[in-house]
T-cell receptor, first 116, second 115 residues
Framework: SAVISQKPSRDICQRGTSLTIQCQVD?????MFWYRQQPGQSLTLIAT?????????ESGFVIDKFPISRPNLTFSTLTVSNMSPEDSSIYLC?????????????FGAGSRLTVL | QKEVEQNSGPLSVPEGAIASLNCTYS??????FFWYRQYSGKSPELIMF????GDKEDGRFTAQLNKASQYVSLLIRDSQPSDSATYLC???????????????FGKGTHLIIQP
């Protein structure tokens, strides 16, 4: 399966600032996704990062707050804009690989954001 | 709204016994089902996937799927302390034709294997 690298691994940010998380995959993948995992909670899909077009956002998430780029088949970024303490979370990049016919998701190690 | 339900636990199982983890889902059109394991502070890692009714075995792990009941389970035989983790059930809906869709995750079951 693909190896996914994310950076930063963690950061402490001030309210009102923005932070961009980078995700690099070691092979070309068709699909890339961004998830959020708030403390003690499961994973919530933010959006699908589409190569060469605008990301597809899930209900409750908007482009102005979480702009996403995907310039090629191995790289994507997620920006968390105008951060508030409620944005403190782990943000996970994932990519779809193909394993024996099923598309399974592999996850990066995550980026832990703390907003003060 | 797709929903995936799991008992949050903790589920405590003695070492060497069988751990049984359960999951139900709301979208009857769901096609693929996944079990991920997540250790504290780590990212989820895939254990198994299943998309046909019945059982699928991989080593000490067996996934069971019953689409009529909208129910999927994971059995862990000969449980080890290293199996202690949170187990996440994830579901993917109908294929949109463009490849994998993002998965919908349950909240996870915290499993504790007692030595």
């Amino acid at each position: 399966s693909a190896v996914i690298s994310q950076k930063p691994s963690r950061d402490i940010c001030q309210r009102g600032t923005s932070l961009t998380i980078q995700c690099q995959v070691d092979s070309q993948v068709t699909m890339m996704f961004w998830y959020r995992q708030q403390p003690g909670q499961s994973l919530t899909l933010i959006a699908t990062a589409n190569q060469g077009s605008e990301a597809t956002y899930e209900s409750g998430f908007v482009i102005d707050k979480f702009p996403i780029s995907r310039p090629n088949l191995t790289f994507s970024t997620l920006t968390v804009s105008n951060m508030s303490p409620e944005d403190s979370s782990i943000y996970l990049c994932s990519a779809a690989g193909t394993e024996t016919g099923a598309n399974v998701l592999t996850f990066g190690a995550g980026s832990r954001l703390t907003v003060l | 709204q797709k929903e995936v339900e799991q008992n949050s636990g903790p589920l405590s199982v003695p070492e060497g016994a069988i751990a049984s983890l359960n999951c139900t889902y709301s979208d009857r059109g769901s096609q693929s089902f996944f079990w991920y394991r997540q250790y504290s502070g780590k990212s989820p890692e895939l254990i198994m996937f299943i998309y046909s009714n019945g059982d699928k075995e991989d080593g000490r792990f067996t996934a069971q799927l019953n689409k009529a009941s909208q129910y999927v389970s994971l059995l862990i035989r000969d449980s080890q302390p290293s199996d202690s983790a949170t187990y996440l059930c994830a579901v993917r809906g109908r294929d949109s034709g463009g490849g994998a869709d993002g998965l919908t995750f349950g909240k996870g079951t915290h499993l504790i294997i007692q030595p």
